[in-house]
């Protein structure tokens, strides 16, 4: 299997906007919690947002009222469009993929992208 692959980051002048995407195969017969994590420099990785199974987000209080998680399950693809960037965004994010379900298919597993660099500058 090709672990997830995160796009869209780069560097943007704080109160700029980046969508992110991350793009992760799926199984019809599994079931999939998506999510986004942080890292920033010699900090811990935090989490940000995830959308579950059937669409529910969830996001860290940094993240409430700036960004906005989706997916678009028919084109394998997750997103995470991050507007009103703060210094304290600047981070590797990663995509996080967590599979699951009944069928013997679906055996619980974590799969995480590589990262990609987001750089806000003040």
């Known amino acids: 299997q090709v672990q997830p692959a995160e796009s869209g980051g780069g560097s943007v002048q704080a109160g700029g906007s980046l969508k992110l995407t991350c793009t992760a195969s799926?199984?019809?017969?599994?079931?999939?919690?998506m999510s986004w994590y942080r890292q920033a420099p010699g900090k811990e990785r935090e989490f940000v947002a995830s959308?579950?199974?059937?669409?529910?987000?969830k996001y860290s209080d940094s993240a409430k009222g700036r960004f906005t998680i989706s997916q678009d399950n028919a084109k394998n693809e997750m997103y995470l469009q991050m507007n009103g960037l703060k210094a304290e965004d600047t981070a590797t994010y990663t995509c996080?993929?967590?599979?699951?379900?009944?069928?013997?298919?679906?055996?619980?597993?974590?799969?995480w992208g590589q990262g990609i660099q987001v750089i806000v500058s003040a």
């Open positions: 799926r199984n019809a017969l599994c079931q999939y919690d």
């Open positions: 959308i579950d199974n059937d669409g529910r987000t």
């Open positions: 996080k993929k967590v599979k699951y379900g009944i069928y013997d298919s679906c055996r619980r597993h974590n799969y």
